[in-house]
Every structure is written in C-alpha cells, then in structure tokens.
C-alpha cells in the first residue's frame, strides 16, 4: 500500500491519464521535418536536426543554459553521432512540441530505494513505476530544466535522432552514387567514397530530407566516440566573454519601458492603500500598476518609467500601507517550534523500512538519538528575477530566463486572456537558476505590467532587496535520528524521522495548477537522502511529517537532498565515533553490499590522503551522498582560523554514469562546492511579522573568491547511461565540513550554517 501511495504522488493528478492509453506504444520523440521552426536555406530531417547550406548542424535547444554546460553537452551528443566537429553545431531554441518533455525528471520522483531500482533486474513494481511514468511524461511532454536530469534524458533519444540524420545523409550520398552505404566514409561532416567522390551534409540534405528514412538505425559503439568523454570547450563561453551573450537583462527591443517591483514586505500580505502622487510628478515615470498575488507571487505594484533607474527612484518615493496576510504574520522562530512539536506528536509517513526498527530499539544496549535542523535559504542567483514582455494584437511575446517556458507560456496566456498558440517565449540565458526559475511569477508579473503598456514592450526588473525578501524558499526541515547499538558495540538499527514543508505540492499548484491534484500526496523530495541511504543496517524506519508552514518554498539546488545529507552523514559520523570506529572505516563495513558507493568512498578517501598526516591545526571531514542518480563523496581538509572555518581543499570522486563532458564534470564539482559552503558557512532566511531580515549581500553574504578552496575531482569510470552532474556535489559539503570540526574541536554541530 505505501509502494501505491508512492508512485501516484509521483504520478500525481496525471495517474487519470493511465485509464484508456496504458497498452499504446510511448510516444516517439523523433518527431517530423516539420516539428523545427522553418528557416531559409535549412531543411530540417527530424524535429531535433536541421542542416544548413554551408553544413553547419542546427540543434533543437529545449534546455534553459544557467552556467551548468547543458548547451555544450547535448550539442556534444549529436557532433558525435554526425561526426562533425562541435564548433560545426548550433543551437536554436526548440519550440513547443511535446517530444522535447523531460521524461528522465519525472522518472526521477519515483521513491524507489535506489539499491533496488538499479540492480540488473528490478522488482516488478520498479519496472511497472517507470514504465507508467514514462509513457505520462512523454504524453504531457512537459519541458523543463532542472533535476540534473537534462544529459540523461537526452542521452537515448538525443544520439538516436543524429544517427538517423546521420543515416539518412549517407543513405542520400550512396543512391547519388550508385553505391553501398556501407563504402561511405564520414570525417567532419564530409561524406567520402574510395571512387573519390564527396560532399558536405548541405549538399545532401535536400536528397535526404526527401528519400525514405532509414528503418535500423543503432549510435556509434562506445570505441568510436572521438567527443564523449573528452574536455570540449564551452559554446557558450566566448559569447560571455566578449559580452554578445544575453541574459534577461540585456534584452532590448524597440520601444522598450522598464517597471521596477514593490511587493508586500510581509509574505503574503497586501496593500491596504498606495499613494503614488509624488512619483508620477517624477520625470522619466510614466504609471503605476498594481499587482496581483499571481503564481505565488506577493501582491504589490510596480512602476513604469522611461529606464531602470527612473523606474526604481519612483517606486522609492511611492507610499504604500500594507496588510498582514489574512491568517496572520510568518515567523521562522515559531516555526521552528512546530516543526518540533510535530515530530513528537505525529508518525508521519513511512518512506521506507527494513526489518523490525522498534523491536531492534528494544533489544538495545543503548540508544543514540541527535535532533538536527536547517533554516530557509534564497536562491541568490546573481541575475534577479526579471521578465520582457510585450501583449499587442490579441499576442503576446516573453523574453525571459527561465526553466520551464511551457509554464511561462501558459501563465502568460492566463494573465492576458488568450489562447497559448498566441504567446511566444524566447528563453534568454540564465544568470543562475537553482530551481528558482522553475517558478513563473515574475513572467506573470511581467505580462499584466505589459497589458498596461499600450502594446509597448516592458522589461520588469526585481531589485536585489525584493529577490531576497520575495523567494520561493528551501523548506526549513528538523530530523530527529535514533540508532541501536548492542551489546558489542555494533549498530543494529537506525531511525530517521523528519518533518518541513513539501514543495512538490505548492509548487504543482503554483505553476502548474492543471496537474495540481485535490490532495497532496507524499513527496518524495521531503525525505530523499533520508530513506535512500545506501547503508547496511539490519532494521531502518524512515519517515516524514509534512507540514504547511505558509511560507512560499521553493526547489533549491539538490532539494532535500541539500538539508538531509548533512542531518544522516553528520549523524553516520556520530555513530563511527560512539562505537570507536574510524569514520572511513565505519562507512566501509556498511557498504559491503553496495560496491558503486564503495569505490566513489574509497577514490574520494585515496586521493584525499585519509588518514595521512596533516599541516598542524588542520583535519579531514568525510561524507558520502547519492542524489540525481549519482553518488558523489567528499573529504574536506579544514582549520579553524580566529574561531571561524576555514576549508582549504575538498577532494570530490563521482560516479555519474558516462561522462559526456570532462571539464563540465570538474566545473560543475566547483559550483557545487563553493555553492554548498556558502550555504554551510553563511546562509539562512529569518522572517519575522512576516519579514524576512536578510536582504542582500551584506546580511545574505556569499564565499568570496579568497576564502574558496582547492577542488580536485575525480571520477569512476563507467559505462551507464549519464547521471545528474549540476546538483550531485552540493549535499555531502556541509556534512564533511561540520565532521571535519568536530575532529578540530569535539564540537557537534547539528544545525546550520556553520560559520555564524
């Protein structure tokens, strides 16, 4: 019964989607010539693959770029299977079709323990979960960005559409020449036969566009590949060099009017009354307009002027009173409280068990129990929330940074009133993303701004202030965890249960309000990280407590998988430390079973030195942690400095699957680590009469370059499909850092950050 419950909270309100399809084929991702936007002198042969005149290959783009390399790594799947160089590749925003839905992201909210999804033949229910959430992704065929989920998803239907150009191009070049395709030679996007005879992919598109597509068509063996697995330069990086690239930011258009946000400083309050009089005086203003609380937004009102800067003194000088959202002031103190009392007065849901936890309890010699929290964080990209929009002639057109432009598109056309064919989205550059721009609130923003605008484009801006104040939050969670230890010393049962917000739910209901189901059902992003553990232990109960605290939350870099990797490898530490076992050691032994773990642990250990002498002052914290399908394990070298943290090196092994893109593997472990100490050292959101403190740099501060350490990353070799690399290395900082200062001062830490 709990396996059911979970897979409908994946499936959520699509499981009606199940009655009257369930025995038809998947749909095909292939898609037709027709599927790509037309464009003059290309012809395209699928609806990933357009090949222009002078051979240059057109790519599909339905990924949103933040700086993870996305662009890069699936340009470098097809160069590879057209064998062209990458520079022959670019990229065109891929339209509305179905067939560019991330499937691999819903397969990814499956709950199953991954011990027993990955095993060479999975239960029954395993194969039943994905097989049904598979054929419902394809069917809604939802485009989105996030879950570290875009090479892996791209990894089979990606590589198969470029063979099949791939094929249909050298099948156009051996009827031209009256010979077998199998004398064809392909270099560089140039077709050869030994009779001397060549051309270029533009010389033979048209032929292949037109002839009958191939019916067997396999990818390159894994010994051909010349691209995968090799460092390839970024294509985005030179157009963020010379400063061509465009963010949202930069978007201009003709006739364009900035607006600049005030929204409620209370989460989820309103305006009782606004006296705008001395900014309309204002030169270079233009108006006001108020706003909705749209798409989880914070109702306020913004104002429109000439530029920015016009638009942001004038809604300085604005006078507004505000109100109290209707059930009463947000306060992260008495939250924190609730989240306690929960855990003691409620069970909550049964994630996953093994064995007989309470019998085992019983049994014990003693107990160990630690209660661990996390506050709510921001997301802080760099680039703040913005949105271009322009609604004339009964359409509407949007320039925004985001991750999901299906949602963009349909808030939009909500806002405007018209139908979604009328809406047309141009995805910018991110300028960070973290799962805030999963949200759509300031595209709604943007477009009842634009409907005020007199057909004129309006570029809506947040200022840092209203950015910090105004998020979709990381959940404040707590956990409380027991383990059993007998009569020897040995653990013989561990018990997680935890208790914070869901974010599935709200954010289902928020951005996508069609598939929001009448209920929630258990969300599986709440206890990731908690009831995954790749542990032996004998007995396990791992449970969860959802909560609706009122406060707006948010996907945040790796989600649950942020908080709890730091509340189970902290406590794993607790416990190699109550039974007198080195930390290294202690995970070793309850790894025996679950080799992949094992040799990311043991690569990470290695190369860290475990175990070796260290410049006096300093000492190693371990950690180990699978999330998005990859396992990841770091050992961070620390001292304290005046008091304060100081981490010098943090050595990274990986085990993501095929490595697609060697430098964006490292780049990526980078991110992650100076993204995951910052939010160890520093970060937390208060909120207070519905307040939140922090707001901006100052008081919301960042790892700056001098204090960042050395990262060194290393990975498993590996022939399995790709796995997450954007997220992965986030969760195990915090916990290797906090175990790290207990070796230097005996001092547990079990709450976050770690530096204030």
């Not at 590589?159 to 191009?169: G, Q, Y």
């Not at 505000?322 to 059930?327: F, L, S, Y």
């Not at 910018?428 to 923003?445: C, E, I, K, Y």
């Not at 472990?669 to 909120?687: K, N």
């Amino acid at each position: 019964m709990k396996r059911r419950t979970l897979i409908l909270s994946a499936l959520g309100a699509t499981g009606a989607l199940v009655v009257g399809w369930g025995v038809m084929p998947a749909r095909s991702r292939l898609g037709t010539n027709a599927t790509m936007l037309p464009t003059e002198g290309d012809v395209a042969l699928n609806g990933w693959i357009k090949i222009a005149k002078d051979g240059h290959v057109i790519l599909a783009m339905p990924r949103s770029e933040m700086g993870q390399g996305v662009h890069t790594g699936l340009a470098v799947l097809v160069a590879e299977e057209l064998d062209v160089p990458l520079s022959k590749v670019k990229l065109e925003q891929a339209g509305p079709d179905k067939i560019y839905g991330n499937v691999a992201m819903f397969l990814g909210a499956l709950p199953f323990h991954p011990l027993e999804a990955e095993v060479e033949s999975p239960s029954t229910g395993v194969k039943l979960g994905h097989w049904m959430v598979g054929k419902i992704a394809r069917e809604l065929g939802i485009s989105v960005t996030g879950g570290s989920s875009s090479l892996s998803d791209a990894w089979e239907p990606l590589r198969m559409v470029a063979a099949s150009a791939r094929a249909a191009l050298v099948g156009a070049a051996a009827n031209q020449w009256g010979v077998a395709a199998n004398e064809i030679l392909v270099q560089d996007g140039v077709v050869r036969h030994a009779s001397g005879k060549s051309a270029h992919y533009g010389e033979l598109v048209a032929a292949a566009a037109a002839g009958t597509a191939p019916q067997t068509v396999a990818p390159k063996d894994r010994k051909d590949w010349k691209l995968i697995g090799k460092s390839s330069q970024r294509l985005d990086i030179p157009a963020k060099i010379n400063g061509s690239a465009q963010f949202g930011l930069d978007v201009r258009v003709p006739g364009l009017v900035f607006a600049s946000v005030v929204m409620c400083p209370m989460l989820g309050g309103t305006a009782a009354s606004i006296d705008a009089k001395a900014a309309l005086a204002m030169p270079g203003v233009e108006k006001l307009v108020a706003l909705d609380a749209l798409a989880g937004a914070t109702a306020g009102f913004a104002v429109v002027g000439k530029t920015t800067w016009h638009a942001r003194s004038a809604a300085q000088a604005v006078q507004a009173q505000w109100t109290q959202r209707a059930e009463g002031p947000l306060d992260s103190g008495r939250i924190a409280q609730d989240l306690t009392a929960s855990l003691k007065a409620e069970s909550g849901f049964t994630f996953y068990e093994k064995g007989d936890a309470a019998k085992a309890e019983g049994a014990a010699g003693r107990l160990l129990e630690a209660t661990y929290i996390a506050p709510y964080l921001a997301h802080a990209t760099m680039e703040p929330q913005n949105c271009t929009a322009r609604v004339a002639d009964g359409k509407v057109e949007v320039w925004a940074p985001t991750q999901m432009p299906g949602a963009a598109r349909a808030v939009a056309a909500k806002v405007a009133g018209v139908d979604e064919d009328k809406v047309t989205v141009h995805v910018t550059l991110l300028g960070g993303g973290f799962g805030r721009r999963l949200d759509v609130d300031f595209v709604a923003q943007a477009v009842q701004v634009a409907m005020q605008c007199s057909g004129r484009a309006v570029q809506v801006a947040w200022s840092r202030e209203e950015d910090t104040t105004h998020d979709f939050y990381r959940p404040m969670h707590i956990a409380q965890l027991r383990a059993s230890i007998d009569a020897q010393g040995s653990v013989n049962s561990l018990r997680i249960k935890s208790a914070g917000d869901a974010i599935s739910p709200r954010w289902m209901a928020r951005t996508l309000p069609a598939l929001s189901g009448p209920f929630d059902t258990p969300d599986k992003t709440t206890a990731e990280g908690l009831f995954d553990l790749p542990y032996g232990f004998a007995n396990q109960h791992m449970a969860h407590v959802a909560t609706r605290s009122g406060v707006p939350v948010g996907f945040w870099r790796s989600v649950g998988h942020s908080h709890n990797a730091f509340f189970s490898e902290s406590f794993i530490d607790e416990l190699a430390h109550e039974t007198k076992h080195d930390p290294l050691e202690f995970r070793r032994a309850l790894l025996k079973d679950a080799p992949r773990y094992l040799a990311v642990l043991n690569l990470a250990a290695d190369k860290a030195g475990w175990g070796k002498p260290l410049p006096a002052g300093h000492a190693h914290g371990i950690a180990l942690h699978e999330s998005f399908n990859s396992i990841v394990a770091q050992v961070a070298e620390v001292s304290l400095q005046e008091g304060k943290p100081r981490v010098h090196r943090v050595v990274c092994a990986v085990d993501c699957g095929t490595v697609i893109n060697a430098e964006s593997v490292k780049q990526q472990m980078e991110s992650a680590v100076v993204f995951g100490l910052t939010a160890a050292l520093y970060s937390r959101i208060d909120i207070k009469d519905g307040v939140v403190q922090q707001t901006s740099f100052p008081n919301y501060p960042m790892v700056m370059l001098a204090q960042a350490p050395v990262v060194q990353t290393y990975w498993v070799e590996s022939t399995r499909a790709p796995r997450g690399v954007g997220e992965p290395g986030v969760p195990p900082l915090a916990p290797a850092l906090s175990n790290a200062l207990f070796v230097l001062n005996g001092k547990r830490y079990r709450s976050l950050p770690l530096g204030i």
